[in-house]
């Protein structure tokens, strides 16, 4: 009579995934890098794996006041928000390639995440900024940044459409109670902005941190610019806060198979 014996490939380790092949057993060591340079990942034979904040490292995701972090050392962990300035949509539009406008701070430094615009149609849209006012710099380059550009060419005529964190080359940091600068203009298309005159002293909208004025809409590049106009979009942005320590804590995490490591069967009797 044939008996047949399963093969126990289990090797007691947490650490392992424990699989049989063409009777041979596989253990597959796990990883449990989580790939955050501010978690040390660890694997227990017993407990599996385990990712525990590094204290003090910025990018934790923990502002810790203890460590010397605040949002001037550390924006990233010790910032609030986000938030979103939110300009009023035009109902009476006018169009144009491109607009200018500045914004400023109040008491707290602030960090654009986001910006939204109203967009007509073309392709690529572009976002150039400077630390200062547009006045006087409506003309030429010179001074300004571009940071960030996209193509919105499968957006759909007369929507918003937000050139997002990820399309950004840079951070735009705007300390407290200065002014910046923003140029949003699409090279071969148009967006929509409020047709009504406004200007760069008029408020368009603001909040506790941060202020919106009117500006001029401008052609692309840095070309023939129109009286002051009041931006269609808005701002979304992290304003810099005031945190107490938190405790971290390690917390368990699923881990991911990485090499496999052939051992030799033996039957279970």
């Known amino acids: 009579v044939c008996v047949h014996e399963p093969i126990d490939c289990d090797d007691g380790n947490a650490c392992t995934v424990d699989s049989c092949s063409a009777g041979t057993c596989v253990n597959t060591a796990f990883s449990c890098d989580d790939g955050n340079a501010c978690t040390a990942d660890a694997c227990d034979a017993f407990g599996g794996c385990s990712i525990t904040p590094i204290p003090g490292c910025c990018g934790n995701d923990v502002c810790e006041p203890g460590y010397g972090e605040s949002s001037d050392v550390c924006f990233e962990d010790c910032s609030l928000g986000p938030f979103?300035?939110?300009?009023?949509?035009?109902?009476?539009?006018?169009?144009?390639?491109g607009h200018m406008f500045d914004v400023k701070t109040k008491d707290k430094d602030v960090a654009i995440v986001s910006i939204d615009m109203f967009y007509l149609y073309g392709a690529i849209a572009e976002v150039w900024t400077r630390s200062g006012t547009h006045v006087g710099n409506e003309n030429s380059a010179s001074g300004w940044t571009k940071?960030?550009?996209?193509?919105?060419?499968?957006?759909?005529?007369?929507?918003?459409?937000?050139?997002?964190?990820?399309?950004?080359?840079?951070?735009?940091?705007?300390?407290?109670?200065?002014?910046?600068?923003?140029?949003?203009?699409?090279?071969?298309?148009?967006?929509?902005?409020?047709?009504?005159?406004?200007?760069?002293?008029?408020?368009?909208?603001?909040?506790?941190?941060?202020?919106?004025?009117?500006?001029?809409?401008?052609?692309?590049?840095?070309?023939?610019?129109?009286?002051?106009?009041?931006?269609?979009?808005?701002?979304?942005?992290?304003?810099?806060?005031?945190?107490?320590?938190?405790?971290?804590?390690?917390?368990?995490?699923?881990?991911?198979?990485?090499t496999d490591s052939p051992v030799t069967a033996s039957p279970v009797t």
């Open 84 to 97: 979103l300035l939110d300009a009023p949509l035009c109902s009476s539009c006018a169009i144009r390639a």
């Open 147 to 258: 940071v960030a550009e996209r193509d919105f060419s499968f957006s759909g005529q007369g929507n918003i459409v937000t050139m997002s964190a990820s399309d950004f080359t840079e951070t735009v940091f705007i300390p407290a109670e200065s002014r910046q600068a923003f140029y949003i203009t699409f090279p071969a298309g148009r967006m929509l902005y409020h047709s009504g005159r406004s200007s760069k002293s008029s408020i368009v909208v603001e909040d506790d941190n941060l202020i919106m004025y009117g500006g001029p809409a401008v052609e692309h590049s840095f070309g023939k610019r129109t009286s002051d106009k009041k931006f269609s979009g808005g701002i979304t942005y992290m304003s810099e806060g005031t945190f107490t320590q938190a405790p971290l804590t390690a917390s368990p995490v699923t881990a991911s198979p990485v």
